[in-house]
């Protein structure tokens, strides 16, 4: 299994950013190293959860229509670390952001639940307007 745990949620004035991490780790994830693509989900009351960035191992990013341009995912594979920095926030996306770990390398597999294996628990971030 990989344990994956996030960082960084809080509260942010509409129109501000914000940086969230997870940090990466296990036996499993250690022995395919950066092999796995990392993904970002969130969750907004009352709705379903959906898809907002993922980057495969290669660096190859895939972005949610609604983030792009405002968002960023990255990694540092050395740190076993995945960042979303989110600018321009909208209290629309006030959700828990959740990260995720998946060993399907497909593309296709990158914005969708079931291409990942391992979540974390979630952080909480809300925008105020």
């Known amino acids: 299994q990989v344990q994956l745990v996030e960082s960084g949620g809080g509260l942010v004035q509409a129109g501000g950013s914000l940086r969230v991490s997870c940090a990466a780790s296990?036996?499993?994830?250690?022995?395919?190293?950066?092999?796995?693509?990392m993904g970002w989900f969130r969750q907004a009351p009352g709705k379903e959860r959906e898809f907002v960035a993922a980057?495969?191992?290669?660096?190859?990013?895939s972005y949610a229509d609604s983030v792009k341009g405002r968002f960023t995912i990255s990694r540092d594979n050395a740190k076993n670390t995945v960042y979303l920095q989110m600018n321009s926030l909208d209290p629309e996306e006030t959700a828990v952001y959740y990260c995720?770990?998946?060993?399907?390398?497909?593309?296709?597999?990158?914005?969708?639940?079931?291409?990942?294996?391992?979540w974390g628990q979630g952080a909480k971030v809300t925008v105020s307007s």
């Open positions: 296990g036996r499993t994830f250690n022995t395919y190293t950066n092999t796995y693509t």
């Open positions: 980057i495969m191992y290669s660096g190859y990013t």
């Open positions: 995720a770990a998946g060993s399907n390398r497909a593309a296709q597999a990158m914005g969708v639940m079931g291409g990942y294996n391992d």
